[in-house]
């Protein structure tokens, strides 16, 4: 991805902290949205300080479709996203809240398509375009107590093979990865730390995002890639 424009969203989360350092070290131009500052701050111990100063960070809400616009527009230009924005939640689903149903859609499916066709939009003006998408394990095996986090999820994965359907043709992709467990600092503190082995670490699944953001992965399009550790 040397000198690739990159917007990568959630690159101050759990997962962004393996992720954040392989983009930058591949040599690529990256913007980072985010909302909280402690994530950012956070960032400043997994990479160098010259790599902090050369990432644009951004405050902005992605279910926000007037500040993804803005976001999307003041890039030079959007050759590769990656989205890792998204967020668990448990919850029998006939106590579910309908408030909170929204929620889960709003952070993993809505803020998935505004940024996809934002980005979309600036990609097919440039003919250039990799799109990486973070979905679930959970999208395509549903678990208990999981019905709107694995519902928002399998939309990503059918958003995600509907751009590249419609990408065809174009040097556009876009495909999605299905983590089960990512060693993240949530996961442990909630969790304990004793099966962390057999989680997936945010370095590892890093490799597969990068390798679908990279030009290599030119023939890919539509994958949903199954990241399951040892799980
Ligand atoms: N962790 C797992 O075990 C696991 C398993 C399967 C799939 N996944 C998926 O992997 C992805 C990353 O997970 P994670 O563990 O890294 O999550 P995380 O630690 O909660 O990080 C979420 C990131 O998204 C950003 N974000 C959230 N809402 C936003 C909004 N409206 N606008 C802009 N940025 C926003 C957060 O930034 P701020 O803090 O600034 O809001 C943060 O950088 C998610 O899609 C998740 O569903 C995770």
Redesign the pocket.
Known sequence: MKGKQVLL????????LGVTPAVLASGAEVTI????P??VERLKGFISPADFARTRFVE????DEAAVEKLVNDLPRVDVLIH?????AMGATHEYSFENWKRDFD??LH?TFLVCKHSLRRMLDNGYGRIVT?????AVEPGGQLAAYCAS?AGVVALTKAIADETKGTNITANTVL????D?P??RSAMGAENADT?VKPESLAQVICFLASEAAKDVRGAAVPVYGSI
């Open positions: 969203t959630g690159g101050t989360g759990g997962l962004g949205p985010y909302i909280n402690r994530g902005s809400n992605l279910n890792l924005v998204g967020g668990f952070l993993n803020t973070v979905s679930s394990r959970g999820k983590p089960s467990v990512i993240t949530t996961n989680w």
